[in-house]
């Protein structure tokens, strides 16, 4: 097979997969200079967007094909740059098993990097038990919708805690910035695929699948981790791990029931609070790191829209490249970063909390990305060694103060406290909403977020959205909204581990793992790092 890169198409008229195959069959054998009889087969392997040129804008395509006398064709090429071998991307397993184990290895949490820590160890035949302290998915959204619209909070399922993670109540991105050489982000595609995900999740540039897909997916990845034998309980919270010589011995959970295991691995959420505690309490090494707090900003999708297309905007545009996005980062006068976090199009600002008395902000979209408004967080940087230095746990504590002040300034119901751009950026308290009406529920308490973050952190957006509007016009439209707080952007610690083993650098047998661990953030990202972690908790089991 050769991959040739950086095939260049108008957007085509018509949206059937035929017509695109044809314009497709058409540039390969024009860029090769083949006959059409050399061809054997093609397909995408990434396709993604130029829209530099918003008069014309271009679908760029990663074909990878195999032809006849590929070799010579090779030679022909040999300085083509867009012309190579395409690289081998299938999964391989380090390792597997087909005895029985005295001791099976624990996952705790059923996120994206719990899961796939569970399906890669199940897939290897070493037949994990899932402990997850929330509930199966379908009764986790029942109880999410008990907050949104009925401002009941279940502590122990929400959006942050239950099967599928925080990343279940999201736009579903799949995309990330990790190096990836062994192509294990491929693995998790293909893996959503199996389990319902649309296929052009292999090769669109920015892939999403949004909240409803997510649901049935995750459903079919559990059916299929227990049918090679994995065990996954529902309603089991880890309340203390078993540690004897700087050796995990096994777990304790809520119920009084203890279960053994000298491979833990600790896939826990960025919100897991309580057991961040419990680990630092018993002694394991544990960091402050970097994350960042700030509103969540909604414009209508339309203004995003017209600013990415330009002359191109049209309602056969957005049929054939869906609702725009943005990404934006400004450097504050300051010293602080701003940036967009989390872009939603066409999606809604949610309640996000896991403790009572508390208002944290999230976004997420639907798959189909069509709802009116489009929304992100614009959040500033903070650091340990700035913000809330002297304690692992400081930037937890941090975070629960802005919040439970979110919970106060939106009206102690749940509502989060909110602020029309333009009064924001005046400083003077909002009383009536304008053109955009806000998309969290339970709803919106207007009043002035002057103190709803640090004055460093306001004067840093103050700064950066009239400077965002240089890129996306009107992104300081007066009546659009900004909703507080957004504060659980990524971990507040780190649950350190060895590079080459990936145990905790001081309690053997205990593999950090995922967001809330410190080593990802998003998606695809803890995904794949809970691949990696179920590879080496592979080989130390057959070590």
């Not at 996954?232 to 053994?260: H, K, M």
């Not at 614009?378 to 919040?403: C, K, M, N, S």
């Not at 350190?496 to 967001?515: A, H, M």
């Amino acid at each position: 097979m050769l991959r040739i890169t950086e095939i260049k198409l108008p957007l085509i008229e018509a949206e059937s997969l035929i017509h695109q195959d044809d314009q497709i069959k058409a540039a390969l054998l024009k860029r090769l200079e083949i006959p059409e009889t050399d061809l054997i087969r093609f397909e995408i392997f990434k396709r993604g967007v130029d829209a530099r040129k918003t008069h014309a804008i271009l679908f760029v395509y990663n074909i990878d094909v195999e032809i006849r006398n590929e070799a010579k064709v090779l030679a022909r090429f040999k300085k083509d740059p867009h012309i190579k071998p395409a690289p081998d991307t299938s999964y391989k397993f380090v390792a597997s098993n087909t005895q029985p184990l005295q001791q099976r290895p624990i996952v705790v949490g059923f996120g994206p990097a719990g899961i796939f820590a569970a399906l890669i160890l199940a897939q290897a035949g070493f037949k994990p038990i899932v402990l997850e302290r929330g509930k199966e998915v379908r009764q986790r959204t029942q109880d999410t919708w008990g907050l949104w619209r009925k401002r009941k909070l279940d502590p122990e399922s929400n959006v942050q805690f239950g099967e599928g993670g925080a990343g279940t109540f999201s736009d579903g991105k799949l995309y990330s910035q990790i190096k990836d050489p062994k192509h294990y982000g491929r693995k998790v595609l293909q893996e959503f695929v199996k389990a319902g995900a649309p296929e052009e999740i292999l090769y669109v540039s920015h892939p999403h699948i949004g909240t409803f897909k997510l649901v049935s997916m995750v459903e079919q990845m559990r059916i299929t981790i227990t049918s090679l034998g994995g065990e996954i309980r529902f309603g089991s919270r880890v309340t203390e791990i078993d540690i004897q010589d700087g050796q995990v011995q096994g777990v304790s959970l809520q119920t009084g029931e203890y279960l053994p295991t000298r491979h833990l691995v600790l896939a826990v959420g960025h919100s897991a609070r309580d057991t961040f505690e419990m680990v630092y309490n018993k002694g394991i090494y544990v960091e402050a790191k970097p994350f960042s707090i700030g509103f969540r900003i909604e414009h209508p999708q339309s203004l995003v829209d017209r600013a990415r297309y330009g002359k191109s905007y049209s309602d056969d545009i957005l049929q054939k490249l869906g609702a725009a996005d943005y990404k934006l980062v400004h450097h504050a006068q300051n010293g602080r970063s701003v940036y967009s976090f989390c872009m939603c199009p066409g999606g809604t600002v949610v309640a996000a909390t896991s403790e009572p008395n508390r208002v944290v902000t999230n976004g997420m979209s639907q798959y189909s990305r069509n709802e009116r408004n489009a929304n992100a967080g614009i959040v500033v940087g903070i650091t340990p060694e700035l913000d809330y230095p002297g304690h692992p746990l400081a930037g937890i504590e941090l975070q629960r103060q802005l919040e439970s002040h979110a919970f106060v300034l939106g009206g102690s119901d749940y509502s989060a406290p909110g602020q029309l751009i333009g009064d924001f950026l005046a400083n003077r308290p909002s009383s009536e909403f304008g053109a955009v009406t806000p998309s969290y529920t339970p709803g919106v308490h207007l009043t002035n977020l002057e103190s709803a973050l640090p004055a460093f952190a306001i004067h840093a957006i103050r700064e950066a959205i009239p400077a965002f509007a240089k890129q996306i016009p009107n992104f300081d439209l007066a009546d659009g909204i900004l909703t507080g707080v957004e504060t659980r952007t990524s971990s507040p610690i780190r649950i350190k581990r060895d590079d080459d083993t990936l145990q905790s650098i001081n309690t053997k047998g205990l593999f950090p793992c995922g967001e809330g661990a410190g080593y990802a953030g998003g998606i695809l990202s803890a995904a794949v790092d809970g691949i990696k972690v179920a590879e080496a908790v592979s080989l130390s089991l057959l070590a």
